[in-house]
Each structure stands twice: as C-alpha cells, then as structure tokens.
C-alpha cells in the first residue's frame, strides 16, 4: 500500500526514475533487495502509512529522521575539524552582518533592475518584474558589492564601489532570476519564493519568453559596461547555466562518476555565477591577475556550499520555510548529494554538510588572502551564514 503513492523506484546504480506503472503485488520483495542501497526509500514507505494524518511538513521531518543524527545539521560545523566559525573576525572586529554592509551598496537595487526592465508591454514588463519585490535573499548581489570594496582596498586603499561594479551585481541577480524562471518551467513547478511560479500564472509559453527577456536586459547592461574582459567572464555564465541543465538531465551509471557528475552540475548551475561575478568585479577594480583568481575561488566554493545546503535543506525543511516545495529533486528523479551519499550507507545529510564545510573552509582560505577590511571579513561571516542558513 504504501509503494502505491511513491511514483518513484530505486533502479541500478542508486539512480532515480519516474515508476512507469503502479508496482505489482510482490513489490514490497522487490524493494526489500534494494533495501541495503537505499536506505532514503525504505524510509519513505516506512512512513507512507501515515501520510494522510500528516502534513507534508511533518511527513518530511519522519523521512528524514531515518538518517540517523540528521536533526543536528547546525551543530556538525561546531565538532567537525574544518569547520568554519568566525564569530569574530580575522581582522579583530565584532561581528557585523553581511548583509547591512553589503546594502549600502544596492540601496535601489530592485528598482534599478525594473528600470533595466522597462518595456511598453504591460504583461510581459510584468511577468518580467514579478520576482524582483525584493523579497529575494539578494545572496549573489551582496557578495558582488562586498568582493568589489574588498579587492578595491586590497589594492589601493579605495574605499567605494565602481558605478561598473554596481553594475554586475544587478545583472548577476538577472542572470540568476532568468534562471529561476526557466528552471521553473522544466521542472514544472508551482511555487517559488512563497508565491506562485511565472509559468504556473501566465503558463510556460510566455514564461519562456520572460526569462528570454531578462537576461536580453542583463546582456544589454553587460554590454554598457564596455570591458570585453568582463563581458567574456559573464557570457561564460550563461553557457555554464545550459551546460548543467543539461548534465542534471543525464546521469552515471558508473558509482565513480556519479558524485563528480552531480558536482559540476552543481558548479555550472549554481556556482559559477557567484564565481565569475566576484572575478568580473576583481577585474574591473585591480589589475593583478592573482587577486582575481581569489575572486574566483572564493566565489566558487561558496557557491558549491551554497547549493549542497540547498540540497540539505529539500530534505530537513518545510515547504513553508523555504518558501518553495521541499522533496523537489527527489520527486524529479534528481540524485542530489544526501542521496548519493545514501548510496554509499552512510548518513547522506551528515556527509553533504561536512563536504559543504570543507567547501567553506576553503574560500576563507583563499579571501584571507586579501588585506585585511571589513568587507573581506564580511565575507568570512557570509561563508558561515551559508552553513547555518535555514531557508
């Protein structure tokens, strides 16, 4: 009974993939020879029983409580050797929150976009300007402004941000939201940020179109900027973004494979425009070419702890936390880092917040690298804000 409302099976090599019909009757034999390599799905039917009691919030909370020692994912970055906690800086100040310094900085940021945005079409200007309310976290835009002040004071003591700098804040937060509308219509989902999706209001057709026009805005803005440098840094984005869409539909049969496959999708997809954004800005504010490559390294294991977070948090929170549907990925067949780790028998939440950690460990490696300045520790404070987040 349970397996009935689970459209999902466990196939070889610890795969997922759409059932293609309801299971038979000795199901329940078949799954149990699975068992020992999937330990996620025997949990689920474990609990399915129970579902229509639950909530979906407090279904998922009995899912992933098979794992053992999952509900204490904040405490793993306090006992593991790498972890990364700065409650105070390495330059000796207190701790400041990114995010207020950072938006002195963007004050006007969403505005600025919608002004990018400006069409004389009221739909589709309002099917493009529907995610920028600023009820975004804004996460890309933030670590934008505060790696352009620090690369700029670690290299002449200049204490502002670049009109031009600003200026790839705003377009790395339309390339990422264009990205958002688009992964909404292949995964076909409903909800986004606590709201409906752009497809699942004016449907996938003209959702297409909207994503398509943000980032024309996002190129035409690039292109203002008028540094061929940082406008091949920045296309380089958008083929990374197609790059891993591509690779999460295909998968590895090969065990071996499997976790370097899920991690450069996760890179294309995820990291490479935080990474390429902090080099654009290294580049327009410091000529030294190994100031950029911190740049790039600091933005390129943030945003790989970022999305293996994200990839926690589909299985420890609520929907109404996260402000989209949780058990996303797991629905889509998607073997995202938990899973792969289940794989292996060990405890798969655990294992991807540990690997997370040492992702962190290492961009603080490489910004403390940067003379010392309230943005680079800053930046410090965001690595630990990427561990600890909730949502």
Not at 52 to 60: H, K, R, V
Not at 66 to 77: K, L, P
Not at 177 to 194: C, E, F, N, Q
Not at 249 to 275: D, M, Q, W
Request: charged share 20%.
């Amino acid at each position: 009974m349970a397996s009935c409302w689970w459209p999902w099976r466990w196939r070889r090599g610890c795969s997922w993939r759409p059932a293609a019909r309801s299971p038979g009757p000795n199901s329940a034999g078949r799954a149990a020879l699975y068992a020992p390599r999937a330990a996620a799905v025997a949990a689920a039917a474990t609990v399915a029983v129970a579902r229509a009691q639950m909530s979906y919030c407090n279904l998922m909370k009995s899912l992933t409580s098979a794992f053992r020692n999952m509900y204490g994912v904040s405490r793993f970055h306090h006992t593991t050797p790498v972890a990364c906690c700065f409650s105070e800086t390495l330059s000796g100040e207190k701790y400041t929150d990114p995010f207020k310094i950072g938006w002195r900085d963007l004050k006007g940021l969403y505005e600025d976009i919608r002004k990018e945005l400006f069409i004389s079409t009221a739909e589709l200007r309002e099917m493009s300007e529907y995610h920028f309310d600023g009820k975004g976290k804004a996460f890309r835009p933030i670590i934008v402004v505060l790696m352009a002040r620090a690369c700029n004071i670690h290299h002449n003591n200049a204490r502002n941000v670049q009109a031009s700098q600003r200026a790839i804040a705003l377009i790395a937060e339309m390339i990422h939201t264009a990205s958002l509308v688009h992964d909404d219509i292949i995964d076909d989902a409903s909800s986004r940020r606590g709201k409906h999706t752009v497809n699942k209001i004016w449907g996938e057709k003209k959702a297409v179109l909207a994503g398509d026009l943000i980032l024309s805005a996002a190129s035409i803005a690039l292109a203002r900027i008028g540094n061929t440098t940082v406008i091949s840094i920045l296309t380089q984005v958008i083929e990374d973004l197609v790059r891993g869409e591509f690779l999460q539909l295909g998968s590895k049969e090969n065990e071996n494979e499997r976790f370097a496959h899920y991690l450069e999708k996760t890179f294309k997809k995820t990291a490479s425009l935080i990474a390429n954004s902090c080099k654009a800005v290294s580049v327009l504010g410091c000529p030294d070419p190994a100031v950029h490559e911190i740049a790039y390294q600091y933005g390129k294991n943030v945003g790989i702890a970022f999305q293996l977070i994200d990839d926690v948090l589909d299985f420890t929170s609520c929907s109404e936390q996260m402000g989209k549907p949780t058990s996303a990925d797991l629905k889509l067949g998607l073997a995202t880092g938990p899973v792969l780790f289940a794989c292996q028998q060990s405890d798969g939440v655990q294992q991807t917040t540990y690997l997370a950690q040492r992702y962190c460990h290492k961009a603080v490696s490489e910004i403390s690298k940067l003379r010392p300045s309230p943005e680079r520790d800053a930046l410090i404070q965001l690595s630990e804000m990427v561990l600890t987040r909730d949502k």
